[in-house]
């Protein structure tokens, strides 16, 4: 079996679901990739930058890897009003996951990556009874507070039209990323529920489903992060509301933007996530001898 990636789709309860997949035969574990608003599951495949990819650097490091086109992205898309409920799109994710795997073997277990809205997807799955199952989460490009001038660009979005001022705060600085890969973000016209989401996210939704995370975390900030705060109170009140997660890790990503998986530094990046994964392997394996024993 090669690490070649090759696009998914499958029959999830009635509504499709797409996703890019690189699998191995014996897979160490299961990576699923969760990307942000805007954009689909190419943002972790980046297209004519193979080194940038998570898919194919997981596989080549041993690792099935699943970038899911997230619920009301990609194939789901025609189906907008199977998105609006969040137990929802966690069942629809699930699903879509245990579809394409099949029989096929999932190593130590499933881990989970989420990347800015992404990450609403991914606490959610880790919050959801399957959370306890998971090996562990990786979130980046998130947070519980905008920074100034990113809260004064977001506050003229509407529904039907990106801010004026958001391309600069996704995107900069310019010298952080390939020249060609800066429209990777604008694949998609994004789902219809993303607007109420990200209204109720840092405040609420991202605090309240943080305290139900029962497996170790990871939480990446890239030093060039321009929309949400990431000083070291920041940090803090990131760390403070994992307060059942067995661990919590902050990771800084030096010479990174916001969209670090298709920046100049998202090898370095990657690898480290799944060194983090391996971490967590090594972990649940150890605490299942453990109960044999």
């Not at 809205?117 to 306890?132: S, T």
């Not at 600069?168 to 990323?177: G, H, I, M, R």
Request: proline share 6%; aromatic share 8%; charged share 20%.
């Amino acid at each position: 079996m090669s690490s070649a990636v090759r696009p998914r789709m499958v029959n999830a309860g009635g509504v499709p679901m797409s996703a890019l997949l690189a699998e191995v035969a014996e897979p160490h574990a299961v990576v699923v990739a969760l990307h942000g608003g805007g954009t689909t599951s190419a943002y972790f495949d980046c297209p004519g930058q193979p080194h940038l990819s998570l898919l194919r650097t997981g596989a080549a490091l041993g690792y099935t890897v699943i970038g899911l086109d997230r619920p009301g992205y990609g194939s789901s898309a025609l189906y907008p009003e199977a998105m609006e409920d969040p137990e929802q799109r966690v069942r629809l994710a699930y699903l879509a996951v245990d579809r394409i795997l099949g029989d096929r073997d999932r190593g130590a277990g499933l881990f989970v990556v989420g990347h800015s809205n992404g990450c609403e997807l991914a606490l959610r799955m880790a919050a959801d009874d399957r959370g306890a199952e998971l090996l562990g989460l990786e979130l980046a490009g998130t947070g519980l507070r905008y920074q100034p001038a990113a809260q004064n660009v977001l506050s003229t979005a509407r529904p039907d039209q990106r801010p004026v001022g958001l391309r600069e705060l996704l995107w900069e600085p310019a010298s952080l990323y390939p020249d060609d890969v800066r429209g990777i973000t604008n694949a998609s016209p994004g789902a219809t529920y993303e607007a109420a989401m990200v209204a109720g996210w840092p405040q609420r939704d991202f605090p309240a489903l943080a305290g139900r995370v029962r497996v170790p975390v990871r939480f990446s900030f890239a030093e060039h992060e321009k929309i949400w705060q990431s000083d070291s109170a920041a940090r803090r009140e990131i760390r403070e509301i994992f307060t059942a997660a067995p661990s919590f890790t902050s990771n800084e990503e030096p010479g990174s933007g916001h969209n670090l998986s298709v920046g100049f530094g998202a090898q370095r990046y990657h690898r480290s996530v799944l060194s983090f994964v391996e971490e967590c392997a090594a972990a649940a394996g150890a605490a299942q001898d453990s109960e044999v024993g």
